[in-house]
């Protein structure tokens, strides 16, 4: 089945941008999700890509996906305080339904 | 904007006992979905429902976990005789659509003793 791995820590000072990657092993994952939960809260959806795109930018989000290697990054320009959480990379397989495989969640620190 | 919500937010209970975790879903979504997160794990799928009737489920869903879509609004959970290891987050998720995107509950922690 699949197996999606993140890094466990990234620590930036604010207004650097920061980059949390992720790698995932099902090269038939249709799409890719970017899960955010702050402490106490739930898991909430920042961005998806679908896997036939190389790219996509929102706001101060960037999702960038390599399907040859399957790597999957988040980069967030101008890092707020306020972006410090968990943040989880999700794969839906092509041939697995309607599951999400989560990975491990990287914690981002953002330094004042 | 529309959101999933899920009550009790924590529920502490003694081994054995049986729980009722509930969730009510985005309005107009048509796939549920409960996943769980044991303390420093990752989040794992348990079981998807749709059209009143499971449609995919883990290995860790096994008999003692049950699904059902009581009235038009709720989506439960229910774990017939909990153990400790039962002990996590449980959250549940809403689609419109297979594929489509999921979007999660707060969350309801179980604290099984």
């Known amino acids: 089945g699949e197996d999606v791995e993140q890094s466990l820590f990234l620590s930036v000072r604010e207004g650097d941008s920061s980059v949390i990657n992720c790698t995932y092993t099902?090269?038939?994952?249709?799409?890719l999700y970017w899960y955010k939960q702050e402490p106490g809260a739930g898991l909430q959806l920042l961005t998806y890509?679908?896997?036939?795109?190389d790219m996509k930018q929102d706001q101060r989000l960037t999702v960038l996906l390599n399907k040859k290697d399957k790597h999957l990054s988040l980069r967030i320009a101008d890092t707020q305080t306020g972006d410090s959480a968990i943040y989880f990379c999700?794969?839906?397989?092509?041939?697995?339904?309607?599951?999400?495989?989560f990975g491990g969640g990287t914690r981002l620190m953002v330094k004042p | 904007e529309p959101e999933v919500t899920q009550t009790p937010s924590h529920q502490v209970t003694q081994m054995g006992q049986e729980v009722i975790l509930r969730c009510v879903p985005i309005?107009?979504?048509?796939?549920f979905y409960w996943y769980r997160q044991i303390l420093g794990q990752k989040v794992e799928f348990l079981v998807s429902?749709?059209?009143?009737?499971?449609?995919?489920k883990s290995e860790i869903f096994d008999d003692q976990f049950s699904v059902e879509r009581p009235d038009g609004s709720n989506f439960t959970l229910k774990i017939r005789s909990t153990k400790l290891e039962d002990s996590a987050m449980y959250f549940c998720?809403?689609?419109?659509?297979?594929?489509?995107?999921?979007?999660f509950g707060p969350g309801t922690r179980l604290l099984v003793l």
């Open positions: 998720a809403s689609s419109g659509g297979t594929q489509e995107t999921q979007y």
């Open positions: 099902d090269s038939s994952s249709t799409y």
């Open positions: 890509i679908f896997s036939n795109m």
């Open positions: 999700a794969a839906s397989p092509n041939n697995a339904g309607n599951m999400l495989t």
């Open positions: 309005s107009n979504h048509l796939y």
């Open positions: 429902f749709y059209n009143n009737e499971i449609s995919e």
